[in-house]
C-alpha cells in the first residue's frame, strides 16, 4: 500500500471521526427466507451533520440497509443503532425523516390530507404542513389528490413529508429517481441546504455523479457488502501528477532520481508522480533543464465513477487496494 | 397528543375521505331495507289475503313485523345476513388491505407509533365507522317502520330505550367479529382481494349455506356452537322472532355464552392481526 500524505481530507476525516456517530451498524445482514444474503456484516457509521452517500449498483442491498434501519424489516444478525436507539424506536423515528424507495400515500387523499395523516401519527401541528409544501414548491398542487401527480411530484411530496418532522437525520433512498433534469437539480440544492442546516442526511444512490456533488463521505456497497466507507477525496484516490515528456527514457530517469521509484510509475505512455501536484512547477523546470520536453502536466484525480466500477468489480482485481487506501 | 390518539386522529381521517367507507355503510343500510322491508311489504300489498306464507307465517303477522315494535329484530336480522356480514368484512379488509396495495405501511410505521399503536388507532377508528354503520342502519329501520304502521294505520309502541341499546350493541359486536376477520385475512395475505374472497366465501358458504343444508345432522349443533357466525346468529335470536307465529329456529346457546363466543374470537382475530403485523414489511 502506498503512503498518502497529509491532506485536508485526511483532516476531516479524523474531525469526522471525533464527531457523534449518528447511524452505526456492527455486522448487520440480512438473508430474506433461505435466499442470499441481501445486507452481509455491514458496518456502516454516519456522522452528525455530514451527507453521507450510500453508493451502489441496482440489488447492491442500499434499501434493504434502509429499511433495516428504519426498522421496515429485522436483521438476521448484528446491531445497529440510528440517532443511539435501536432502529424502529418510537424516540428514534420521531427525529427521523425517511423516504424509502419510491413515496408511497393515499391516492384518494391530496398532497395536504396526505400530510395532515402524517403530522397526526406523528403529533405535530397541522400548522407545518404549507411551509413542508411551500419548500418542495407544491403549494399549488397541494389540494388534488395523490393519485393525480406526476413522478417528480410524488417524490416531492415523500420528500415534504419527511421535513414535515423538523428531522435531525434523513434518509432518503434515490430522491431523484423519477425528476426530470429541472427536478434532480432543485432536490440536489434543496440536498444541500438541508446538509447546511445541520441535519444529517443519508442518501442513497446508483447515481454517481449526484453522490459526488452533493455529499461529504460516501459509502460503497456491493453485493449485500460495504466495500469502501471514506470521506470523497480518500475515496478518489492520493493526490499526484500525471506527466507526458519526450524522450520518455531520459523523462523517467530524471524522475526516478529526482522522486524516488517508488514515486513514479508508468502507465500508456503516461507518467503517474504520487506527490504533492503543488510540486508540477518543480518537476517542469526539473525536466526542462535537462532538454526534456513537457507535453502534458495536469494533477491526477480518479473520478468517483472510477473508484466506484473499481470497488463494484467492473474491473476486476484493482477493488482491494483501494479499499485499502480507505480503510 | 399520545401516539395512540394521534394514530387513531390519522386513521379517521383516512377512513373518513374515503369514498368507499360511506359507499359501503350506505348499501349495508340500504339492503338491510330492502331484504328486511322491502320484501315483506312487496309480499303484504302482493299477495291475496288470508294466504299463508309457510312456516306459520301470515300477512297479519309479517305486517306486524315491519311495525316499531319489532324494529330492533328485523335490523338485527340484517346484520347476521350475509349481507351485514359481507358489509362488515370488507370494511375490515380495507383496512389493512388497502395499505398493502399501496405500499402506505412503510410510510405509516416509520412516523412515530409504534405497529401495536398504529393497530389500536385503526380498531378505534373501525370501532367508530361501524358504530355510524350500525345507528344510521337502524335509524333508518326505525323510521321505515314508523312509516309503515302510520300507513297501516295504529299508534306506535317503540321497544324500550334499554333493549334498542342493547341489540344496537349487539349488531356493533357482530359487525365487528366479521370486520376484523376481514382484517386478519388481509394482513395474514398482504392484500385485499384474495382477503375479501375468502372471507365471503367462509362468511357465505360455510356459515351459511353448508351449516343450514347440514343442520338436520344432530352432531352439526355441537360443531356450529365453535363457530363465530353461528353464534352470532344465536345471539341476534336471542331476541326473539319479529314476526308472529314464525317457527322459532332452535336455540344453539343461550345469548351470554354466544356473546361470549363472538367477542372471544373478535379479541383473536385482533391478537392474530398484532402477531402477524410483526413480520417484515417489504
Known amino acids: 500500500m502506498r503512503q498518502r500524505p497529509e491532506s485536508t481530507a485526511d483532516a476531516l476525516s479524523g474531525a469526522m471521526d471525533a464527531l457523534e456517530t449518528v447511524v452505526e451498524t456492527h455486522g448487520l445482514s440480512k438473508r430474506y427466507g433461505g435466499k442470499a444474503l441481501a ?97 418542495v414548491d407544491l403549494l399549488a398542487r397541494a389540494n388534488d389528490r395523490f393519485g393525480t401527480y406526476s413522478t417528480g411530484m410524488k417524490q416531492r411530496l415523500g420528500v415534504a413529508a419527511a421535513l414535515l418532522k423538523d428531522p435531525e437525520l434523513l434518509i432518503l433512498d434515490e430522491p431523484t429517481n423519477g425528476l426530470d433534469p429541472q427536478g434532480m437539480v432543485e432536490m440536489r440544492t434543496m440536498i444541500r441546504g438541508l446538509g447546511e442546516e445541520g441535519r444529517t442526511v443519508l442518501l442513497s444512490s446508483h447515481l454517481l455523479a449526484e453522490v459526488e456533488q452533493i455529499c461529504h463521505r460516501v459509502g460503497v456497497i456491493q453485493g449485500g457488502h460495504l466495500v469502501a466507507e471514506g470521506p470523497l477525496q480518500d475515496l478518489r484516490g492520493s493526490a499526484g501528477l500525471v506527466l507526458r515528456a519526450t524522450p520518455e527514457d531520459q523523462a523517467e530517469r530524471l524522475l526516478r532520481q529526482a522522486l524516488g521509484p517508488d514515486a513514479v510509475a508508468c502507465r500508456q505512455g503516461a507518467f503517474e508522480l504520487a506527490i504533492d501536484p503543488g510540486r508540477s512547477a518543480e518537476i517542469s523546470s526539473l525536466l526542462a533543464r535537462s532538454g526534456v520536453v513537457v507535453t502534458e502536466l495536469r494533477p491526477r484525480e480518479r473520478s468517483l465513477e472510477e473508484v466506484f466500477l473499481q470497488l463494484t468489480g467492473t474491473e476486476p482485481g484493482e477493488a482491494a487496494p483501494v479499499r485499502e487506501a480507505v480503510s | 397528543m399520545s401516539a395512540l390518539v394521534g394514530s387513531f386522529a390519522a386513521e379517521w381521517l383516512k377512513l373518513r375521505k374515503r369514498t368507499s367507507t360511506w359507499v359501503l355503510g350506505g348499501i349495508l343500510v340500504l339492503l338491510v331495507l330492502v331484504l328486511e322491508y322491502g320484501f315483506a311489504l312487496l309480499a303484504i300489498t302482493t299477495v291475496p289475503k288470508g294466504t299463508h306464507l309457510g312456516g306459520g307465517v301470515t300477512l297479519a303477522g309479517l305486517r306486524e313485523a315491519l311495525y316499531p315494535a319489532h324494529f330492533t329484530q328485523m335490523t338485527l336480522s340484517g346484520f347476521v345476513s350475509g349481507v351485514g356480514s359481507a358489509i362488515a368484512l370488507i370494511l375490515g379488509v380495507l383496512l389493512y388491505g388497502s395499505e ?183
Not at chain 1, 424502529?88 to 424509502?100: D, S, Y
Not at chain 2, 407509533?113 to 329501520?141: E, H, M
Not at chain 2, 334498542?164 to 394482513?187: D, E, H, K, N, P
Open chain 1, 39 to 135: 445486507v452481509d456484516r455491514l458496518d456502516l457509521h454516519v456522522h452528525r451533520g455530514e451527507i453521507y452517500g450510500f453508493l451502489g449498483p441496482n440489488g447492491a442491498g442500499k434499501t434493504t440497509t434502509l429499511r433495516l434501519l428504519v426498522g421496515l424489516i429485522r436483521p438476521s444478525a448484528g446491531t445497529a443503532t440510528v440517532l443511539g436507539l435501536p432502529p424502529g424506536h418510537p424516540e428514534g423515528l420521531r427525529r427521523i425523516g425517511c423516504m424509502v424507495e419510491e413515496p408511497t400515500f393515499y391516492p384518494y387523499l391530496s398532497g395536504r390530507d396526505n400530510l395532515r395523516v402524517v403530522a397526526r401519527y406523528c403529533g405535530l401541528p397541522e400548522a407545518r404542513i404549507a411551509a413542508a409544501l411551500d419548500r
Open chain 2, 100 to 282: 398493502y396495495t399501496w405500499s402506505t405501511l412503510k410510510t405509516v410505521f416509520t412516523q412515530r407509533p409504534r405497529r401495536s399503536q398504529v393497530l389500536g388507532g385503526k380498531l378505534a377508528a373501525l370501532a367508530l365507522t361501524l358504530l355510524i354503520y350500525t345507528l344510521a342502519t337502524f335509524a333508518a329501520t326505525a323510521i321505515l317502520s314508523s312509516v309503515t304502521q302510520a300507513a297501516y294505520g295504529g299508534t306506535s309502541t317503540w321497544p324500550g330505550a334499554s333493549d334498542i341499546a342493547r341489540a344496537v350493541l349487539v349488531a356493533w359486536l357482530i359487525s365487528g367479529l366479521w370486520a376484523t376477520l376481514g382484517m386478519v385475512l388481509s394482513v395474514l395475505f398482504r392484500q385485499s382481494a384474495l382477503a375479501i374472497g375468502l372471507g365471503l366465501v367462509y362468511a357465505i358458504a360455510v356459515e351459511t349455506i353448508i351449516f343450514n343444508v347440514l343442520r338436520g345432522f344432530s352432531w352439526m349443533q355441537n360443531v356450529e356452537r365453535g363457530f363465530p357466525g353461528a353464534n352470532a346468529q344465536a345471539l341476534a335470536q336471542s331476541f326473539g322472532s319479529a314476526v308472529r307465529g314464525a317457527t322459532e329456529p332452535a336455540v344453539l346457546v343461550g345469548a351470554g355464552q354466544a356473546a361470549a363466543v363472538v367477542a372471544a374470537f373478535l379479541v383473536a382475530f385482533i391478537v392474530l392481526s398484532a402477531l402477524l403485523l410483526r413480520r417484515d414489511v417489504t
